[in-house]
């Protein structure tokens, strides 16, 4: 009889942000309407990663972007239907988009009050060979009423009021946080909604895995290096830890999230900020983790602390398990 309840009750995710916002009897609906643009953006990339091999998505667009990478089709692609959800939502007024150098600013007649950082596309890599990829987003309230200025999504990833991805895998799962706390909708094709799969998703104290390109091993730093070891050769008698890297850092921080371990993509001599942008990767994933009741640490600071300068600045982050983001912490501390 409650199975029956729970399959007649759909929790999609447009129902949970409306009770989100009853919360806040001020709020307008913007916010709701702010993130119904965002799913149906992942609801067409969803449709188009799965088609990919077969519409002739796969492969180069035959451009390269701020990052100095080859884009690709579906990087393109991905981002222009994210411009435009989020511009034609009417609640937007600053985009920033791993796929553009500049900062979009909304017309003035479909100017909101919200500023959307994404990373439209994030694995590129993964895309031709079928591997998890996904979108991360974050979503800022413009600092007051004034002309929209590039200040305004240079704030520290604490001013978040939300953050979320959405993973194109064996199943497409939403994963969100409004800043009290982190539930992961799955998308039912024949609905064409996001169903509430996982209600509150706690990350485990302590992991059995980390998750690190060790192809960078030879430039990595002393604490970094130390701690990598340690998950290999435990001093205490522990048993090692199991080393999983997809390389899409949306699965990657997906499986952290729920089985718990640290995911790290540290500084190397090569790149001294690593290579995760801030804006797009560091922050959204940091708040989700925070929000799950894990940490998200840089190396010198608590990533959401950070406050970036540029608007597709990069920093070396070390995120997942309290338990195991304290031993790291306490390893860069002991260098200092
Ligand atoms: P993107 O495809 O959006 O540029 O992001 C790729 C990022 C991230 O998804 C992943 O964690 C990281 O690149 C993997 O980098 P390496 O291949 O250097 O390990
Ligand atoms: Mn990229
Ligand atoms: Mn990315
Ligand atoms: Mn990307």
Redesign the pocket.
């Known amino acids: 009889h409650e199975a029956d309840a729970y399959r007649t009750d759909l929790m999609t995710i447009t129902r949970y942000v409306l009770n989100e916002q009853s919360k806040h009897p001020e709020s307008r609906g913007d916010f709701t309407i702010l993130l119904n643009h965002i799913v149906l953006g992942c609801k067409f990339v969803c449709s188009a990663v799965n088609k990919a091999g077969l519409a002739k998505l796969i492969g180069l667009a035959g451009e390269t972007n701020i ?1 100095g ?1 080859e884009q690709k089709k579906l ?1 393109v692609l991905s981002n222009e239907v994210f411009v435009k959800a989020l511009v034609s939502s009417g609640r937007t007024c600053i985009l920033v988009s ?1 796929e553009d150098e500049e900062a979009t600013f909304v017309e003035p007649s479909k100017r909101g009050k919200y500023c959307v950082v994404f ?8 895309i031709d060979c079928g591997v998890s ?2 979108t ?1 987003f974050g979503i800022y309230m413009m600092k007051d009423s004034h002309e929209p200025t590039i200040d305004d999504v240079l704030q520290p990833g604490r001013n978040m009021l939300a953050a979320g991805y959405c993973m194109y895998g064996s199943s497409c799962t939403l994963v969100l946080s409004t800043g009290s706390g982190v539930n992961g909708f799955t998308l039912d094709p024949s609905l064409g909604e996001f169903i509430l799969t996982h209600p509150n998703i706690k990350i485990p104290k302590k992991g059995k895995i980390y998750s ?2 060790e ?2 091993a030879k430039n990595w730093d002393g604490p970094t290096g130390k701690y990598v070891e340690k998950c290999k050769f435990p001093k205490d008698g522990s048993s090692p830890k199991s080393l999983r ?9 997906h499986r952290t999230l729920l089985y718990g371990g640290i ?1 790290l ?1 540290p500084a190397d001599k090569k790149s001294p900020n690593g ?3 801030v804006l797009y ?1 560091v922050f959204p994933m940091s708040f989700l983790m925070e929000q799950a009741g894990g940490q998200a640490f840089t190396g010198k600071q608590r990533a959401l602390d950070l406050v970036p300068k540029k608007i597709h600045e990069r920093s070396p982050i070390f995120l997942g398990s309290y338990d195991d983001v304290e031993e790291i912490k306490a390893l860069y501390a002991a260098e200092e």
């Open positions: 990052q990478e990087d791993e990373d439209p596309l994030d694995g590129s890599s993964n990829i996904g991360i690190v390109n192809g960078n890297y997809i390389g899409s850092m949306v699965a990657d921080v995911f993509y290579k995760l942008r990767e």
